[in-house]
């Protein structure tokens, strides 16, 4: 969700010739003296440092028109979720594209700046690829017939897509295609076919491709022979949750399908994104102020907290064989691939440069984040106090205890944009899943969107506001309503 920050840099990228070096983490800015993005000979320019042994490894690749339904490419972004950063590398595109780091939120995080929480709608562990066509299409019809192609090393990561820019003019009349990661083409690094896709169920992960890293270090060509592995062995925590849904004072909406277009969500046109929800403060009317936001409740978030059923997601940090989407005939399968919680800041409001996002692999690795009903908390709390409580190179939220309930909870600082919520690839199956929650065509039909204990049951996420007057006004304080709110519903969550 980048529309404003990627319109600009796509301008200067175009205009001014802006560079990335490969491999760069610098987003938005002219590097000079860069290399183009790859090389085709660069594997062979490196014979010397290919590793003796045989490597494992895996590529992908995507080829796609230049012209779609009568209009010229625009742009694409590539995203990936919770990538190993080993892993990862700009993408090698075929002529006449070219691409950049468009924002690199873990390199980010890791030298102490988290700008990706600003306005855009970025998630802290992900990382977005940029490419654009270095020509104008709409006026070179020959070209605009070819082809083009985006390819590279299989980044590990639990999630990656690409979304297909095309349009007569620019951002926001557009048009849009989504390409889901398990469409994308999978070969060895000598180019031989029947190399299984990791996001096909029953395939080996990129995990299990031991020396894709150095793959992608030292531009390898070796033959892809994964070690096949067993599947994760975490258990479920399916079924267990029978406290009662109610709901709260604020509102989750799913975006509409002009917002969709107009925040670059990633969905193909004309239909409302299933991978967001969101809870928006005055800063998304601000950026949008064309939108009719009447029958949307916008919120000044302050204090309060976030109950939610944390999912069943995939970790591919840990797992060497791709379980699939969870169904009745598949109940290793995941509730979805990848699922967090982001607090995202106004540009033009105070920054408080912490960390913003947490996700649902947060909840479930680290000890006592979750109850025995496989609910988690976060709490929100003006930015000066979640500053001062962050601890100085941390690139995770700090953290409360909350003994009554036997757990801790991340504090994130409470948004003036938006409270985004994503949903990576939900199964259809899956009760929590965003499908659930009706699509409106319009931003002024949202309020038919919403995203609560009638569309999702107790899968929805519950925020709380506590207002002023309420009796809170440091952590502690918050920490005791939010115990007393959850005995109060009627039922204990241990």
């Known amino acids: 969700m980048a529309a404003l920050q990627f319109l600009w840099c796509l301008l200067a990228a175009f205009f001014a010739s802006c560079r990335c070096v490969e491999g760069a983490s610098v987003p938005y800015q002219e590097k000079k003296g860069c290399k183009a993005d790859v090389e085709a000979n660069s594997m062979l320019q490196l014979k010397d440092e290919i590793p003796k042994k045989r490597e494992s490894c895996i590529r992908y690749s995507f080829t796609f028109p230049l012209m779609s339904n009568g209009r010229a490419f625009k742009f694409f972004i ?8 080993t892993t990862a590398s700009i993408p090698t595109v075929s002529w006449p594209l070219k691409t950049s780091v468009f924002e690199d939120a873990l390199a980010e995080a890791a030298s102490g700046s988290y700008r990706g929480a600003l306005e855009d709608g970025f998630d802290q562990y992900a990382i977005y690829y940029a490419g654009f066509s ?11 017939k070819l082809n083009a192609t985006v390819s590279g090393f299989f980044p590990n990561v639990a999630y990656s897509s690409l979304q297909l820019m095309y349009g007569p003019g620019a951002w926001p009349d557009l048009s849009m295609l989504e390409v889901a990661a398990s469409s994308y ?82 969905s193909a046109t004309g239909s409302c994104s299933d991978s967001y929800l969101i809870s928006p403060a005055q800063g998304v009317v601000a950026t ?44 290793d399968g995941y509730d979805v ?27 479930q690795e680290q000890e006592r984040m979750m109850t025995s009903t496989g609910h988690s908390y976060v709490l929100f709390a003006p930015m000066d106090f979640v500053i001062n409580m962050t601890a100085a190179n941390s690139t995770t939220p700090p953290k409360v205890n909350l003994p009554k309930l036997g757990i801790s909870a991340y504090v994130l600082a409470a948004p003036s944009y938006a409270f985004i919520f994503r949903y990576k690839v939900p199964s259809p199956d899956w009760p929590g899943s965003t499908e659930n929650v009706p699509c409106a065509a319009t931003t002024a039909e949202m309020n038919s969107s919403v995203a609560n204990c009638e569309t999702l049951g107790n899968w929805a996420p519950q925020i709380t506001r506590i207002g002023e007057g309420e009796g809170v006004e440091t952590l502690a304080q918050l920490a005791s309503v939010v115990q007393g709110a959850v005995f109060s519903h009627g039922k204990q969550h241990k």
């Open 337 to 363: 691939n990848y699922w967090s919680v982001s607090a995202n800041v106004a540009q033009n409001g105070r920054d408080p440069n912490v960390p913003f996002t947490v996700n649902a692999l947060m909840m």
């Open 185 to 266: 083409i999978t070969t060895g690094t000598l180019g031989q076919r029947g190399t299984p896709n990791p996001f096909i169920a029953g395939s080996p992960t990129v995990l299990a491709y031991t020396h894709q890293a150095e793959c992608v270090t030292h531009a390898t060509t070796f033959l892809a022979t994964p070690k096949r592995q067993t599947g994760s062995s975490r258990g479920r925590m399916r079924g267990l949750a029978d406290v009662a849904c109610k709901d709260t004072n604020t509102k989750l909406y799913r975006l509409s399908a002009d917002m969709t277009v107009l925040v670059m969500a990633d």
């Open 78 to 85: 590539l995203r990936l979720y919770n990538p190993s950063v």
């Open 134 to 144: 270095l020509l104008n299409l709409t006026k070179r019809k020959r070209i605009a």
């Open 288 to 331: 949008y102020p064309d939108q009719d936001f009447s029958n949307v409740d916008v919120y000044n978030f302050s204090w309060g907290f976030i109950r939610m059923r944390v999912p069943f997601v995939f970790n591919n940090s840990g797992e060497k064989i791709y379980q699939g989407s969870y169904s009745a005939d598949n109940s």
